[in-house]
C-alpha cells in the first residue's frame, strides 16, 4: 500500500513560483508517477508523468513552466512551477501508476494523494 501526501500549495500572484511536494511511504522509485490537477467544474486533468529512469512528460499547457523530479532518498515527487498563470488555479494531485509506462490518463494510477489547492491571481 502506497500513501501519498501532497504539500506546498498556496496562493500566489501571476508570475510566480511554486514547488509541489509530495511524500511517499515506502519505496517507490521504481514506479511511475504523475501529476494531476483538478479545476472547479472541470475534469481531472494530466499535469506531468516520471518513469523508473527518470524520463518525465508534460502537457501541452505547462510544458517549458513546469518541472517534475524525484527524490528516491527521500520518497518525495516533486513539482516546479514557475510563470504561474491564473489559468493554473487547481488542486494538485500527485499520482503512482500501476503500469510501467508515462500514461497520461488518470484512470491509470492507482493510488492517490488527498490534493493540495494551488490558487494564482491575476
Known amino acids: 500500500q502506497v500513501q501519498l501526501v501532497e504539500s506546498g500549495g498556496g496562493l500566489v500572484q501571476a508570475g510566480a513560483s511554486l514547488r509541489l511536494s509530495c511524500a511517499a511511504s515506502?519505496?517507490?522509485?521504481?514506479?511511475?508517477m504523475g501529476w494531476f490537477r483538478q479545476a472547479p467544474g472541470k475534469e481531472r486533468e494530466f499535469v506531468a508523468v516520471?518513469?523508473?529512469?527518470?524520463?518525465?512528460a508534460y502537457s501541452d499547457s505547462v510544458r517549458g513552466r513546469f518541472t517534475i523530479s524525484r527524490d528516491a532518498a527521500k520518497n518525495t515527487l516533486y513539482l516546479q512551477m514557475n510563470s504561474l498563470k491564473p489559468e493554473d488555479t487547481a488542486v494538485y494531485y500527485c499520482?503512482?501508476?500501476?503500469?510501467?509506462?508515462?500514461?497520461?490518463?488518470?484512470?491509470?494510477?492507482?493510488?492517490w494523494g488527498q490534493g493540495t489547492q494551488v490558487t494564482v491571481s491575476s
Open positions: 499520482a503512482v501508476s500501476i503500469y510501467g509506462t508515462a500514461s497520461r490518463r488518470n484512470t491509470d494510477y492507482k493510488y
Open positions: 515506502g519505496g517507490f522509485s521504481r514506479y511511475v
Open positions: 516520471i518513469i523508473g529512469n527518470g524520463g518525465t
